[in-house]
């Protein structure tokens, strides 16, 4: 089975190994596909960890597992990167209703790690 972030490569070979080695990824595309592999699999744990302190809600983890727990991932679709931005939808179903969260995300990278900062502010 392919990985849940959509590429061509098994989960054990591609989002496994960020979740395992602490989100030490080489872009921030990697960062966003393996936090997005971090929500199906409700790993809250790495989602704080991969999350900047500076806008990290440690205090809505628990209803962010229980929210990650609470639908079926669909699949993620990649639109646009930059160095710094990913702009994705990530596709779910919800008691058999389809959605999608549509985001412009900001990356922040710190020494050598990665980190999710939040939404960009969009340029349209």
Known sequence: MNCYCGTNKP?????EIFHLNGGQ???AEQLMRSRYSAFVLANGDYLMQTHHESTRPTKEKEAIVNWAKSVQWIKLEI???TKDTVEFNAHFSKKGKADCIYENSK???ENTLWYYLGYAENTY
């Open 11 to 15: 989960y054990e070979s591609c989002c």
């Open 25 to 27: 990824t080489e872009t």
């Open 79 to 81: 639109l646009e990167t």
């Open 107 to 109: 990356f922040i990278k």
